[in-house]
């Protein structure tokens, strides 16, 4: 019979744990060796969102200029004005730093 280690491992702790690797990271980030990192290929991206909302663009205005340039969501699809709202309401919560 083999004894378990003397480390006690609450509940919430392993829920983090899972949390991290079962929920997608925001737009702009990835996850690397288990910590939160800036996608080097969503994150210029996301740079331009911000910079456009700072400049008092609106968020259908912003969906627009991303998709002139076509710019793509994650998915590889158009922007649509609801995205771009998610993504100004996490840096409105500070969910979201730059």
Known sequence: MTLRPNKSVSAEQ??????????????GYMYLEG?????????PTLQIIWQQWK?????????????????????????KRQTVLNILERFEKKLIVL
Request: hydrophobic share 25%.
């Open 55 to 79: 400049l008092g663009q609106t968020a259908s205005t912003i969906t627009k200029y991303l998709n002139s340039k076509k710019l793509k969501t994650r998915n590889l699809k158009e922007w």
């Open 35 to 43: 910590r939160l990192q800036k996608n080097p290929k969503e994150f």
């Open 14 to 27: 392993i829920s983090r744990q899972n949390f991290k690797s079962s929920t997608p990271p925001p737009f």
